[in-house]
């Protein structure tokens, strides 16, 4: 692999970093954080003296939207 590859490589986990979170300050904005961890499908769990959360949705919905990302901008660089 020589430099320019990598350098695409890097540019390419720049860009998505800097969607991520340009994303997630628009969602704390409008309030759709708050929301994220509380989905229908999420499960909490709180018992006396321990508590446990398992985002199965807010899971399937973030690994459906990185792999959106991801798709278009490994089709935008090649």
Do not use: E, H, N, Y
Request: aromatic residues 8%; charged residues 15%; hydrophobic residues 60%.
């Amino acid at each position: 692999m020589d430099l320019q590859q990598v350098g695409k490589l890097v540019i390419l986990f720049a860009l998505v970093l800097a969607l991520l979170g340009g994303l997630l300050w628009v969602f704390g904005r409008l309030g759709i954080g708050a929301r994220l961890g509380s989905l229908p499908g999420d499960i909490r769990i709180d018992r006396d003296g321990w508590s446990c959360f398992i985002p199965i949705t807010t899971s399937i919905l973030l690994s459906i939207l990185l792999t959106i990302i991801l798709s278009l901008a490994v089709r935008f660089f090649r």
